[in-house]
């Protein structure tokens, strides 16, 4: 799924005109196959247009189209046929995004005084790093008609119980969808940390937990963690 989730181009690969055509190439089919699922599907043009309300196509421009109806055949999909497979991998690239962006705006706004560390410098940016990507995908889930505070299958911080015990528990992952749980984070986390195990043991029962660190802190940065499986 990670492999799947990374940039397809890579800006400062091929020269820009292969790009640019490439991108428009991509888009027209993923049009095409949106439309396929869902007729009445209309897409609103993204970026700068001229004075006649055409689209000025650069490549960055094309990178976000391209970007924006990954995502939005991924919703698509998983409201038409059931499938949360593609949305799974979109929510994984965007989260990834997210929270690189943010991993940086918060130790800027650290070093610059304006966040205030209870604990320690790391807990501080952490906590920055979650609201803004929370609030993020939550905007980024509405926009695509998806309600990510409901009881659905694709939510974000919302509480997932544990009725296996004799008191009623839960987890919040920072994003869930269908059978797949995201934590959002700065420390690695394993299958023996008590709140990897708190998720796997949610009624939901995830098939795997996936750990989106910040790109900046290696190569390791985001990796699965998979259901244990049930010893007979």
């Not at 989730?5 to 049009?31: E, H, R, V, Y």
């Not at 196509?57 to 499938?83: C, E």
């Amino acid at each position: 799924m990670i492999a799947v989730s990374d940039n397809l181009l890579d800006l400062t690969g091929p020269a820009t005109a292969f790009k640019a055509q490439f991108l428009q190439d991509q888009t027209k089919q993923i049009t095409a196959q949106i439309k396929a699922l869902d007729p009445n599907w209309h897409y609103d043009e993204l970026g700068p247009t001229d004075a006649f309300g055409t689209p000025i196509a650069t490549v960055q421009g094309l990178q976000a189209k391209f970007d924006d109806l990954r995502i939005q055949r991924a919703a698509v999909v998983a409201r038409v046929k059931g499938d949360y497979g593609p949305l799974q991998v979109e929510t994984l690239r965007f989260v990834q995004q997210r929270v690189d962006n943010a991993y940086d705006d918060g130790v800027a706004l650290l070093k610059a005084g304006r966040l205030i560390p209870r604990l320690s410098n790391q807990e501080a940016v952490g906590n920055y790093v979650d609201r803004e990507v929370r609030r993020d995908l939550r905007v980024r889930y509405s926009q695509l008609g998806i309600d990510p505070s409901g009881k659905g299958p694709v939510r974000v911080n919302r509480r997932e119980y544990d009725s296996s015990g004799t008191n009623l528990t839960y987890r919040r992952p920072d994003a869930r969808v269908n059978d797949v749980a995201f934590d959002v984070s700065l420390t690695q986390k394993t299958l023996g940390t008590p709140q990897i195990r708190g998720f796997f043991n949610t009624d939901f029962q995830p098939r795997r937990v996936i750990i989106i660190r910040p790109r900046q802190l290696g190569a390791d940065h985001t990796y699965v963690i998979p259901h244990p499986e049930t010893k007979r």
